[in-house]
Every structure is written in C-alpha cells, then in structure tokens.
C-alpha cells in the first residue's frame, strides 16, 4: 500500500519535532521539505541550518531552501492536470519535484514565508497549518509571546485549512491549553508542543480519509499577534508590576527583558511580585530595598489610586557574563538603595 506523500514545510524547533513525529510514524512519505535558508551566526558567521532542515538531513529527504517561493503558478496541462510553474529558476528543481511527486497535502508549521495562492490551490487536500493559539485569538506571527503577555488564562493549538488570509481559513480541530502564573515562554511553548504533536498525528489521518470538516472561524473575538520585536524586550518600569512581570516571561528563558543600569544593558530573565512590607516606595525603576538575597524595585500601577507595589528579581545577567540568580550577583556586586533601573 502506498504511503500518502506528503510536503512538509517549517523552520524551528516546534517545527522539527512536529516533523520527525511524523516521520517517526512510518506511515506517510515525506516527499519534500521547505525551510528557512541557512544563516550566518555567531563572530565567525558560520552557517547554521535551520532544526528542520537538521531534521530533514537526518532522515535522508529531499529539502528545500528558497528565499521566496511567490513566484510559482498554477496551470493545467494536456489531460486537465493541475501543475506548477516558475520562471525563477532557483525554484525550478522544486517545482519538477512537485509535480513529480504529486503529494495530496502540505503541512505547514511556522515557516514564516508567504505561500502563493496558486501553491494553495494545487494539492488535493491543500495546505494545512499548525497554529498556536485557539483562533480567531491571536492571528499572526508571534501567538504564543502574545498570549503570554496578555495575561491570557488559556491558549492552545489549531489544526486549520490555509487560504490566503492571515490566519483567517476554516479550523479542522483545536486544543486547550492553561497558561499558569509561572510560565514562562519556553515552558509554554513546551506545553504546546506536546498537545500539537498529539493533535497533529490524530488530526493529519483523518483529513486524509476525508472524516473531518473544517469549519469557519468566528467572527467575534479577533485579535493580531505582530512580530515579537526587540522593542518589545525592553522593559519599561512606569508600567504596572503585572505588565513587568508578563514582559519578563515572556521573554524568557532564552532572550531576556532588557534594562539599563547605570548605562550597562542589563537582562532580567525572572522575578516575583513582592507585597509591600513597609517600603519606601520611591519611583518606577528604583532600588527600594538590597540585602545579601534580594533586591526589590519599585514598580508602576495601574493607576494613580492603586496601592505602590514592588518587584523582587530572581534571576539576571550583566553583558558577557552568565545568568545568575540573585544570590549570586549580590555575592560580588553592591547594588545601593536609591539606585535606578532605566
């Protein structure tokens, strides 16, 4: 029996384990895959492969690396057969592929490239995205960060059929999941990972046996998640503590919040909101209170009425040096009460 053929087309890490799930079920054929192209990184700008491409390198397929794949279209030849063509020509290989292979649906995870309408209109069950939010919430690029930020109680995974819109096509199924006080990026991230692997391997089969329907999205409810940028780093201590807090996770662990003190760029990669036990609130951004464990700032409100509250960072990192928690950076730096983050 042969194996539904099936192009696979992401870049990061959510994506590479989605995809060697599905390699690891032995029951489709993985005919093409499409990725970010290799990248410069680091002082010697040694190109770093993107961890679907190292995915798909280890499994021996045929993979893809185009700047752009707009300029493909879609035409019919002699017996009424839909093909692909391109006048580019790094697109070439791709395309003859293409329509070699004849694969019967794409799955597309975070591959952060546009997908030409004809490219969607070609396979028989079309293009299928593995969205992370529970849409119509946080359509766009940056879902999870967004959710996190907004203090969102709850998000989740959508399994739904791409058109040309933003996120806009008919939803096959979706999956909850809660976002807790202590999450941060990275283990929310983990969290839908898991239930997006369960939902795509439960999904992905029924689509193909045409036992699933997807259904329009609601109208009500729509929200954007743009770009996380790096402007959104950067922490601004006039905001209240609860806006603080949800920056600082959400970006960590990897990134961290930005701050300057005393012109040195700081990152701060956890903290805790801290009850007033008698502070001296003084203004946002100030060091209210340091001893040999912590060190407690003042925090904006949510308005001019509402109690001062305070912050107490956990975990930080001065440049060129490691992230330590606080116990640690208080062991060899004086902060000094006063003193102000920027």
Not at 157 to 167: F, H, N, P, T, Y
Not at 219 to 236: F, M, R, S, V
Request: charged share 20%; aromatic share 6%; glycine share 6%.
């Amino acid at each position: 029996m042969m194996k539904p053929k099936i192009v696979f087309m992401g870049t990061p890490e959510f994506a590479a384990s989605i995809l060697e799930s599905l390699i690891k079920t032995e029951v489709y054929e993985i005919c093409a895959v499409l990725t970010q192209a290799d990248k410069p990184v680091g002082r010697g700008l040694k190109l770093s492969l993107s961890p679907v491409k190292v995915v798909a390198q280890k499994y021996g397929l045929a993979v893809w690396t185009p700047k752009s794949i707009k300029n493909i279209s879609l035409d019919e030849n002699s017996n009424g057969t839909k093909i692909l063509k391109t006048t580019d020509t790094e697109l070439n290989s791709l395309v003859n592929h293409l329509n070699t292979t004849q694969p019967v649906i794409s799955i597309v995870v975070a591959y952060s490239k546009i997908i030409p309408e004809s490219l969607l209109q070609w396979s028989p069950l079309g293009f299928v995205n593995v969205h992370t939010s529970l849409l119509p919430r946080w359509r766009g690029a940056a879902p999870i960060q967004h959710a996190l930020f907004a203090g969102d109680k709850k998000t989740g995974v959508s399994i739904m059929q791409m058109d040309k819109g933003l996120d806009t096509g008919a939803v096959y199924q979706t999956a909850e999941v809660e976002i807790t006080a202590e999450d941060d990026l990275g283990s929310l991230t983990d969290k839908l990972l898991r239930v997006a692997t369960s939902v795509v391997l439960e999904t992905v089969p029924l689509i193909l046996e045409k036992k699933i329907i997807a259904l329009p999205q609601l109208t009500e409810g729509i929200t954007y998640a743009n770009k996380w940028e790096k402007a959104d780093l950067n922490i601004n201590w006039t905001e209240s503590a609860a806006v603080t807090l949800r920056r600082i996770r959400t970006c960590a662990p990897d990134l961290g919040a930005k701050t300057v003190f005393k012109g040195r760029n700081i990152k701060v990669y956890a903290a805790h909101l801290v009850q007033d036990s008698g502070f001296q609130w003084q203004a946002a951004g100030v060091i209210t209170e340091v001893n040999k464990s912590e060190l407690i700032i003042c925090a904006g409100s949510d308005s001019v009425d509402s109690a001062k509250q305070f912050i107490a960072i956990d975990k930080l990192q001065f440049p060129g040096k490691a992230v330590r928690t606080i116990k640690e950076v208080l062991n060899g730096y004086k902060f000094q009460r006063g003193e102000k983050f920027n």
